[in-house]
């Protein structure tokens, strides 16, 4: 596996989540986000789209792991009440850990952060 190390800047960013057990169903959850991006017109191939496990299922049960599809979105944009905003601020790869895969909007356009 290669392992690159990234510092990101901070996001805006829209997000669905789910709550439950890692597996599967994470991918429906970022093809509803998905789904809204596109009929919003944001999911184009400069957008960047993140997949974050939020908890850390040897500590949190399965019940309570949270997953979140994100799309970046800019200061501007205002969300509906079809998702949820927040900021995620400058993360280092380096200093967290985390391990990000990035892949072109042909194969998706997804990033995927650890974030515990």
Not at 45 to 61: A, E, F, H, M, Q
Not at 76 to 84: A, G, T
């Amino acid at each position: 596996m290669n392992i690159k190390i990234e510092n990101l800047p901070n996001y805006r960013i829209a997000y669905v989540r789910k709550v439950g057990p890692y597996g599967p169903h994470n991918v429906k959850t970022m093809e509803k986000l998905k789904g809204w991006a596109k009929k919003k017109g944001l999911f184009n191939k400069n957008s960047t789209i993140l997949s974050i496990p939020r908890d850390n299922p040897d500590v949190t049960s399965p019940e309570e792991c949270r997953y979140d599809a994100d799309i970046v979105i800019s200061n501007e944009y205002q969300v509906d009440n079809d998702v949820r905003e927040d900021k995620l601020l400058g993360v280092s790869t380096q200093s967290t850990g985390l391990s990000i895969h990035k892949r072109t909007f042909k194969k998706l356009g997804i990033r995927f952060l650890l974030n515990y």
